[in-house]
């Protein structure tokens, strides 16, 4: 429970410094947790309150609407079919899947320039779907969006604003379909009121850090964060296969 504790601190603080990132670093906590039934619903709910938190910054909460009614609509459909998946998936199989995902993701982030090919709207749309369903079920999966936006040539001022709104909403609708479903464990309440107070304090801290941080210093944070997730991804993943196979 410390270890969870100390890993959503620090991807709150990531957040706080880049604006985005929490849900693919906490998503690496939930080994030390009894169950991903608990933890992912506290990520979604942990996200989206970052999320407002990020909305109210005039400076980061432009949205190009012109694109976000399309990635909201197809988002929306992805997260009822993720919480569909997620109340279907036992717990050593959702444990196995996040670790997968985490690394994915983490890999495509680390793609500073998408290609060009990605730009499509019917790309875009569909990408938008995938990461419904991933934020559903895993609460992982921001960088395949972030991705084609920025092989769009959007302007950048704007990418953070949009996926604000984007994974907000997205993150409410599949809390939302995960409590139909029955999909959320009761241990959630005691993880807020447990760790809710951690990931606040380092989304300040990360935000203090922000605030001193250059371009280039930004830069390298990123970059280097993004690549450690990657290879602690990969290493989840190895440990879960570890743990799940037993010899017959």
């Given amino acids: 429970m410390l270890l969870f504790g100390g890993v959503t601190f620090l991807a709150a603080a990531f957040r706080g410094v880049t604006g985005f990132g929490y849900a693919l670093i906490a998503a690496l906590g939930l080994l030390f947790l009894p169950s991903p039934a608990a933890g992912i619903p506290f990520i979604l709910v942990s996200d989206l309150l970052l999320t407002c938190f990020l909305l109210l910054d005039r400076e980061q909460g432009t949205v190009d609407w012109a694109v976000a009614w399309l990635m909201l609509a197809m988002g929306f459909a992805g997260a009822l079919c993720g919480s569909l998946i997620a109340a279907s998936l036992d717990d050593a199989t959702s444990r196995l899947l996040v670790a997968v995902t985490v690394f994915g993701a983490a890999c ?141």
């Fill in 108 to 248: 495509v982030a680390l793609v500073r320039e998408p290609p060009h090919w990605l730009r499509h709207r019917a790309v875009g749309a569909g990408i938008a779907f995938i990461v419904g369903v991933l934020l559903a079920a895993f609460a992982v999966g921001g960088p395949l969006i972030a991705a084609w936006l920025l092989a769009g040539g959007r302007d950048r001022r704007t990418i953070k604003g949009t996926l604000a709104v984007f994974f907000g909403a997205v993150d409410a609708l599949s809390l939302a379909g995960r409590a139909l479903v029955g999909a959320i464990d009761p241990g959630v309440v005691g993880l807020l009121a447990a760790f809710i107070g951690p990931t606040l304090a380092g989304f300040a801290a990360g935000r203090l850090l922000s605030a001193r941080l250059s371009f280039d210093g930004w830069r390298r944070l990123a970059s280097g964060a993004l690549f450690a997730v990657a290879v602690a991804g990969l290493i989840q993943t190895a440990v879960t296969l570890g743990l799940s196979y037993t010899p017959s």
